[in-house]
Structure formats: C-alpha cells, structure tokens
C-alpha cells in the first residue's frame, strides 16, 4: 500500500455540451442536490485524509478563486485549455503527480471512494450489461487492463476518477513529453496516451456499483437525477427564453450545443416537449429563431 500524496481535480474545460449552463458557469461549479459539484469532491477527498488538493482550472477561472480561502486548495492555471485537449492539464500540474489521484470536476461519487492509502495505479469503471458507447476495458489475469475499446455490453467501463501511483506518474509524463510538440497530441485526452502504453503503463480495474459514480453530460441528465432543474434550470438564458415564448422551464428539452468550424460553441438548439417545435439559440446575438416543427 502506498500513502496518497495528493488530488488532482481537472477543471479547466468547457463542458460545452452542457449547454446552455456550462456558458454562464463552468459546470464543475453548479449545484446538485444542494452541494457544488466540485466543492462535494473537495470535502469527499478531505474526509478521506487527502490534504493537498489540487484544481486546474482554465475556462473561466477566476469563478473558481474562491476555492482557495474556503478549502485550501492549491489553483494551478491550464493557459492551454483551448487550444489542446486535457493532456494539457496534466501537463500544467506535472510538479504536483506522485502518488496522486486524478479527477474530474464534474463527477458526482454517490459514497465517498477515497482512501488515504491505494495499493496500485487504477482507473475507476462500473459494469453495463446493456450496449454502451463508453471506452470499455478488459484485464489481464493479474488484473491489469490490457485492452480498451469505444463501445461493447457485459462490459467495465472507464467512469470518474483515476489513481497514479508515483512511477506510473513519472513513466506517463516521460512518454507524454516525448509526444507532446508533435501536432496530433493536442487532441489528445490523456488517456488516449495511455491507451496507446498498456504494456508500460501498469493500471488496475477498480470496479464500482452501478450508479456509484455519475457524470450529467447534459441538462436532461441531470435532471433525470435532481428533479429540481426540471422546473428550475438555474439558467438566465433558458428563463428568458420561457418568458419569450411563455411555456414553463420544464417543456425545454433535448438541448444540444452548436459549435462553429473553429469548435467553440456559439448557441444551442432544443424542442419544446408540448408543441414537438425546434428553436436555435445564438448566444452572441441572443436571437431565437425556430428550426423545424
């Protein structure tokens, strides 16, 4: 068993899918069941013995300062965070891996799953039996995963956090570096790196109950878990838009997000539930505008 050093929350992306929420507060900041996302993994990892914390932040950062004089926690700023894809978090807190976990802010754990000790590197999963689109892994007899493939059923797959024991950390930023200036691993997730290193880089499965760990890629499903945003989407957009077309917060549904070629998001489509009528939303403008019927 080795002590754990540190937590490592990411927090710098934009989480553009969570629209329109994720426009008007970075979504690590919103509020379920009546606690902040990241603040409930903050006191998850604290209750755990977990003294040092740190958070990447990058999408509008300075909303996250106050995390520093209410929890302690150290705030390392990704400059990177549009340009490359979350390898560039890592990157930016390669001083603070050791033995570390490494989170995502947006994950709600239903139980604590922190632990001031771990006995090996591992990723967190749960199992489907039904078909998921989610990256779906399978081990070795000594229980290390050996392969990881987008989609499959009787499945774990990959879900919230990870823990690095100190030479799996040292062995990743060596690969990761000698990668990193080369075009194509901008995009790259960081574990689309470690994918790629399953013979070096050592993880175990650490398998989970179902609906242990839960990530709300969208309004529609966080609602299906907090009732509440089905009547009150916390939305200053989606408010005004009820008013404008005077229909209550719950009858807008199935938001998606529009991007523009350059991949920022630039609005959102959805449907009113009662109606079946399409409307795009263009945040620059604020104009709506119906779509389809």
């Given at each position: 068993?080795?002590?754990v050093?540190?937590a490592?929350?990411?927090?710098?992306?934009?989480?553009?899918?969570?629209?329109?929420?994720?426009?008007?507060?970075?979504?690590?900041?919103?509020?379920?069941?009546?606690?902040?996302?990241?603040?409930?993994?903050?006191?998850?990892?604290?209750?755990?013995?977990?003294?040092?914390?740190?958070?990447?932040?990058?999408?509008?950062?300075?909303?996250?300062?106050?995390?520093?004089?209410?929890?302690?926690?150290v705030?390392?700023?990704?400059?990177?965070?549009?340009?490359?894809?979350n390898?560039?978090?890592?990157?930016?807190?390669?001083?603070?891996?050791?033995?570390?976990?490494v989170?995502?802010?947006?994950?709600?754990?239903?139980?604590?799953?922190?632990e001031?000790?771990?006995?090996?590197?591992?990723?967190?999963?749960?199992?489907?039996?039904?078909?998921?689109?989610?990256?779906?892994?399978?081990?070795?007899?000594?229980?290390?995963?050996?392969?990881?493939?987008?989609?499959?059923?009787?499945?774990?797959?990959?879900?919230?956090?990870?823990?690095?024991?100190?030479?799996?950390?040292?062995?990743?930023?060596?690969?990761?570096?000698?990668?990193?200036?080369?075009?194509?691993?901008?995009?790259?997730?960081?574990?689309?790196?470690?994918?790629?290193?399953?013979?070096?880089l050592?993880?175990?499965?650490?398998?989970?109950?179902?609906?242990?760990?839960?990530?709300?890629?969208?309004?529609?499903?966080?609602?299906?878990?907090?009732?509440?945003?089905?009547?009150?989407?916390?939305?200053?957009?989606?408010?005004?838009?009820?008013?404008?077309?005077?229909?209550?917060?719950?009858?807008?549904v199935?938001?998606?997000?529009?991007?523009?070629?350059?991949?920022?998001a630039?609005?959102?489509?959805?449907?009113?539930?009662?109606?079946?009528?399409?409307?795009?939303?263009?945040?620059?403008?604020?104009?709506l505008?119906?779509?389809?019927?």
């Open positions: 068993m080795v002590k050093d540190n490592i929350i990411m927090a710098a992306g934009t989480s553009s899918r969570f629209a329109p929420l994720s426009y008007e507060l970075p979504k690590a900041l919103i509020t379920v069941k009546g606690e902040v996302l990241i603040e409930r993994q903050i006191k998850q990892l604290k209750v755990a013995g977990i003294k040092q914390i740190v958070v990447v932040t990058g999408y509008k950062a300075e909303k996250f300062a106050y995390l520093a004089e209410k929890f302690g926690v705030l390392v700023h990704n400059p990177d965070y549009l340009t490359r894809n390898n560039s978090s890592i990157n930016a807190v390669r001083d603070y891996l050791h033995n570390s976990y989170c995502s802010a947006d994950n709600y754990f239903v139980t604590n799953p922190f001031p000790e771990v006995d090996d590197s591992y990723y967190a999963a749960e199992y489907s039996e039904e078909y998921t689109k989610e990256w779906c892994l399978t081990e070795d007899a000594a229980g290390y995963i050996d392969s990881v493939k987008i989609g499959s059923s009787q499945a774990w797959y990959m879900i919230g956090h990870t823990f690095w024991s100190n030479d799996f950390s040292q062995k990743f930023l060596a690969i990761m570096d000698s990668i990193y200036d080369q075009p194509t691993t901008a995009d790259m997730l960081w574990e689309d790196i470690y994918i790629q290193h399953l013979d070096v050592k993880m175990k499965i650490r398998k989970y109950p179902p609906q242990t760990i839960l990530e709300f890629d969208t309004l529609d499903e966080l609602r299906q878990f907090d009732h509440s945003y089905v009547t009150d989407t916390r939305s200053t957009i989606l408010k005004a838009i009820a008013r404008k077309l005077s229909i209550p917060e719950s009858e807008i199935k938001i998606k997000t529009l991007k523009s070629v350059t991949n920022e630039i609005g959102f489509t959805f449907l009113v539930k009662q109606t079946g009528r399409q409307y795009q939303y263009l945040y620059g403008t604020q104009e505008t119906v779509t389809g019927d």
